[in-house]
């Protein structure tokens, strides 16, 4: 059974489709990235399934449940955390507050203060940030927020983990880190959605990968069918004649 | 661990001054004259608002201005339990019943309300005001007939010993509040409300709750006001001064600290009293200059000031504040 599967999901903004009639699984303990040009519909897909939106229509199930309908903070509890395309760390509060935040609320069973700090202190040593616990959220590096992010979404002690565009406005270096990291996530047993434009990133960190343009699946497969297939390429670099221009 | 915080002096040197003070002021009506019993009970009564003004919106970021309305049906809760032909209840138990009316239109207000953002929630809530007053104002003048109430009197001492000890009761769950889960819950909304949705707050139930605590300090203090004022109609209860001037007195005293909060309730409606009784024509123009002054150089208020100084004398201090700026 995947851990969390898609039946025709869909969102309308206005007149809009913005996700329609995708149907996807992601499996347990695999990393499956969704790709897709801008405003293909991948973020309304992940707001989709961390109910911060409602799908209609469509469902989508986690571990084999319905969860549609749920609100976040349920879903969060349920085992389903996520990060944010623009980072969205509590800025005055103290890098350690920010993923103890996430031990204290996120947990389907609640956790005492003295496990909540411990597993902040440590989810802060796994993204390598426990030189910084007492200094201000806003006061790190973007790619330091995006550890954060990460940090406090484990705390929450997720089953998945949906990362977006973890890898965006990162250096070289920052990518190729991102990367073990992401690694080192599913050596801990996390299944790992992630939406991604870094290609270098996706193509060596991801199982499989699913592929949205206008909020349309119209491609899924390992890394190396999608970078052969002739759909793909032609939604990204565009038809024969548009190239270039 | 929240305990180093109880055991370092950044909390033991505050914990002494507030003990002196409030021995200072329960033994008040001892050695107080009348004029400044009835001056520190109005005094208090703003810090009371200011408080739980700041316990609420200081940390949620949601600008309400709501706080006449609950401040109000205290008023009115007492004036109809309280009427100058007799009490109809206890006063203690009337000023419970003010507090846990406010609160209770508050949590259903809030549950109807607060998943608007920003200037919308602050729109609505000065409405609520304008027709909670208009309803009041119907109701007197087409059902009940009555055109302003009285109130029975009370002994001032005593009226100064309730405001005395809801204010105690106020900054006292104020300070557990900040310190508890609930309170970092409200600052991580405060913060960035999606985020802390998907992390696993409940924001609706923690937004709520905290509104519904606040408005019951607001109430209660209303319950009791109500005795001093002695003369009630809906224009006295629901005066949109009281949803204004607690959003400037925390301004002024700044919210970064517990205390912030108090000293700018306290500094400003004691110059209020001193104005408005030594230059009644030019004293809302006064007030307009302290409080230009007080947003151009002062930004984070008088805390932000005294802290400015303490860091000064420490020659670079520790910067122990780092979460409360």
């Known amino acids: ?24 699984a992601v499996e347990q303990g695999e990393v499956y990235g969704l790709i897709g040009p801008n405003g293909a519909g991948k973020t309304t897909l992940f707001n989709l399934i961390s109910a911060a939106l409602v799908p209609k229509p469509g469902i989508i199930k986690f571990k084999g449940v319905n969860i549609t309908g749920k609100k976040p903070y349920q879903i969060c509890r349920m085992g389903i955390a996520r990060t944010f395309q623009t980072v969205k760390v509590f800025g005055n509060l103290p890098v350690f507050e920010n993923a103890r935040l996430g031990a204290l609320f996120g947990t389907s069973t609640g956790m005492s203060a003295t496990d909540a700090a411990k597993e902040a202190a440590d989810l802060l040593d796994f993204v390598g940030l426990s030189a910084m616990s007492a200094t201000p959220a806003k006061d790190l590096t973007l790619a330091n927020q995006k550890r954060l992010e990460v940090a406090r979404a484990l705390a929450t002690k997720p089953e998945i983990l949906m990362l977006d565009e973890m890898m965006a406005g990162l250096n070289a270096t920052e990518i190729a880190q991102g990367t073990e990291l992401v690694n080192s996530i599913r050596d801990k047993g996390i299944t790992v959605f992630m939406i991604e434009h870094v290609m270098k990133a996706i193509m060596s960190v991801c199982d499989r990968i699913m592929v949205l343009h206008h909020g349309e699946k119209i491609a899924e497969g390992t890394p190396q069918e999608i970078a052969s297939s002739k759909k793909v390429v032609e939604v990204y670099l565009g038809e024969q004649d548009d190239a270039g221009s | 661990m929240d305990t180093a915080r109880f055991t370092s002096k950044g909390f033991l040197i505050p914990g002494i001054i507030g003990l002196v003070i409030l021995a200072g002021l329960a ?33 949620s970021g949601y600008l309400s201005l709501a706080t006449a309305t609950f401040f109000g049906i205290g008023i009115y809760i007492s004036t109809l339990l309280l009427p100058n032909t007799g009490a109809l209840l206890p006063l203690l138990v009337v000023v419970l019943i003010g507090g846990l009316g406010s609160s209770i239109i508050a949590l259903g207000v809030g549950a109807l309300t607060l998943r608007l953002r920003g200037i919308y929630f602050a729109v609505f809530t000065f409405g609520l005001v304008i027709l909670v007053l208009e309803l009041f104002n119907w109701w007197e003048h087409s059902v009940s007939h009555i055109r302003g109430r009285f109130v029975m009197l009370v002994d001032n001492d005593i009226i100064y010993f309730i405001m005395l000890g809801i204010f105690v009761a106020t900054v006292l769950t104020y300070y557990f509040l900040q310190r508890s889960k609930f309170g ?18 409940n924001v609706t139930m923690v937004k709520v709750i905290t509104f519904g605590i606040s408005a019951f300090f607001m109430g209660a203090a209303g319950a009791i006001w109500a005795t001093k004022l002695t003369y009630i109609d809906p224009y006295v209860a629901y005066s949109v001064n009281y949803s204004f001037l607690p959003v400037l007195m925390a301004i002024f005293g700044g919210m970064g600290q517990i205390y ?18 030594e230059f009644p024509y030019y004293y809302m123009l006064s007030f307009g200059i302290i409080l230009i002054v007080a947003i151009l150089y002062l930004p984070n208020g008088l805390v932000g000031l005294i802290q400015k100084i303490a860091q000064r004398l420490r020659k670079g201090g520790t910067g122990e504040e780092y979460a409360d700026t």
Request: charged share 10%; no cysteine.
């Open chain 1, 1 to 24: 059974m995947p851990i969390l599967e898609g039946e025709g999901v869909t969102k309308y903004f206005g007149g809009l489709a913005a996700v329609l009639n995708v149907d996807f």
């Open chain 2, 260 to 277: 912030g909060p108090v000293i700018g309730a306290v500094i400003f409606a004691y110059l209020q009293e001193k104005f408005q009784t």
């Open chain 2, 184 to 201: 970092l819950a409200l600052r991580s909304i405060g913060e960035n409300e999606e985020a802390a949705a998907h992390i696993g707050v």
């Open chain 2, 27 to 59: 033994t008040l009506p001892l050695y107080g004259s009348l004029y400044n019993v009835v001056l520190v009970t109005t005094i208090l009564m703003y810090a009371i608002l200011t408080v739980s003004w700041v316990m609420f919106s200081g940390s």
